[in-house]
């Protein structure tokens, strides 16, 4: 079939079929990070759309799309989780049957979600351990089958069924200025800035991704989308190693700045977000959030999109790890204790500051004390106390190693 074209028409159209079908999700004030920003902040709720994803406007409009002989041979897709949800849920309202396949890093929440959603209509299928890797498995698979691949960013029927959030938000707020989106391979954006360049040309237009993955920040370097060589999958609603070829195009021409936000960024802002707002926010769902507190904002209201609210709850240890670390309140350090008594009394009293908290004690080498040191894991009261902690450290006899975050060491210890 006819493919439609990009531009704020076709979202237009898009937004005609799905309005019967998908929430018109709510836009939250958010008093706290206006007041860190400066300027009103407000977040668009698609945590709250159908499968608690934005994903879904994509899927179902690109399903929806297909004939009776491209239903009849059923459709699949690679998803880090979030658009198998959409596919589920769309192949259950439809009837078709459907192939969710999925990177095995996958939060079980979320491949939970895909199979209760199919209402026994979809597959998931886990391989790989990045999104790019169970990509290549879906169009093997569809190759294989016959079936329809459904692309959650690259394929014109998804970035303009994705765009349908521009003028429900315009609707919303019609003195819009600024409008924060995360990026994975640019679906999302793309489509927003199809519709709002024709519509709204004012509107300024900024893409957060994760610094780990921040793949349509290295297109934009080099003129073209490339694959990155690693990518750190934490936030895996939007870790995406090669942005997409359709979107990059539009992201290049229609998008005013893209910002790199690191992991530990992303997880404060989550821990953020449910403790003052409730907003149960997925990794990739916080990106926007984190990303408006990081960038300069002119006059006028901003939009962040929280994209997404699948959070498997087993992951927050590592959440709170994360943010801590970033936040420069939590550090590790090798420390060799001498065989004799008051050593680690020293260390308790004369090295350690006042209110800091000893959260990890374990020695490296278990079965000999004597000649491995312990990995200690300080919680300071301020990130400000490190500078004082660290020249005690010095002028203690001990041998005290700083294992910095990012380090080999520090992934290989923690």
């Not at 704020?8 to 999700?25: E, F, H, S």
């Not at 979030?82 to 939060?107: D, E, F, S």
């Amino acid at each position: 079939m006819e493919l439609p074209e990009l531009n704020a028409d076709a979202v237009d159209r898009a937004a005609d079929v799905l309005r019967p079908v998908v929430r018109c999700t709510p836009l939250m004030p958010s008093p706290r990070l206006t007041a860190e920003v400066g300027t009103p902040v407000l977040l668009k709720r698609e945590d709250q759309q159908l499968a608690r994803s934005y994903k879904v406007r994509g899927a179902y409009h690109l399903i929806r799309s297909l004939g009776a002989d491209e239903r009849e041979r059923g459709v699949i897709c690679a998803s880090a989780g979030n658009h198998g949800q959409g596919l589920a849920y769309a192949c259950a309202a439809l009837g078709i049957r459907g192939t969710v396949v999925v990177p095995q890093n996958t939060p079980r929440q979320k491949r939970r979600r895909i199979l209760d959603l199919g209402q026994g209509l979809v597959e998931l299928v886990t391989t790989g351990s990045t999104y790019d890797q169970a990509s290549a498995a879906a169009h093997e698979l569809a190759e294989a089958s016959g079936a329809v691949h459904v692309h959650p960013f690259d394929d014109p029927r998804t970035i303009v069924g994705q765009g349908t959030i521009a003028p429900e938000l315009v609707e919303q707020l019609p003195d819009l200025a600024t409008l924060v989106v995360p990026v994975g391979g640019g679906g999302l954006i793309s489509g927003l800035a199809l519709w709002m360049r024709a519509r709204r040309p004012d509107v300024r237009i900024i893409g957060a991704e994760p610094a780990g993955a921040a793949s349509m920040a290295a297109a934009l370097a080099v003129g073209e989308p490339v694959v990155l060589e690693e990518i750190d999958t934490f936030v895996d609603g939007a870790a995406v190693g090669k942005a997409g070829v359709l979107t990059f195009p539009v992201v290049r021409d229609l998008v005013d700045e893209v910002v790199s936000v690191p992991e530990g960024a992303v997880c404060t802002e989550m821990l953020e977000l449910y403790q003052v707002e409730g907003v149960i926010a997925e990794p990739a769902g916080a990106l926007a959030s984190a990303a408006a507190k990081r960038i300069q904002v002119g006059e006028g209201p901003v939009v962040a999109i929280v994209s997404g609210g699948n959070n498997d709850v087993s992951r927050y240890a590592e959440i709170v790890e994360r943010s801590l670390v970033h936040e420069g309140l939590r550090h590790y350090f090798l420390v060799t204790f001498p065989q004799e008594p008051g050593a680690l009394r020293h260390f308790l009293d004369d090295v350690l500051v006042e209110g800091a908290d000893i959260v990890l004690f374990e020695y490296t080498k278990k079965n000999n004390r004597e000649t491995g040191p312990a990995l200690v894991g300080i919680e300071l009261e301020s990130a400000g106390d490190l500078p004082g902690l660290l020249d005690r450290m010095d002028a203690s006899p001990l041998t005290i190693e700083l294992v910095p975050p990012g380090s080999p060491a520090f992934s290989f210890l923690l």
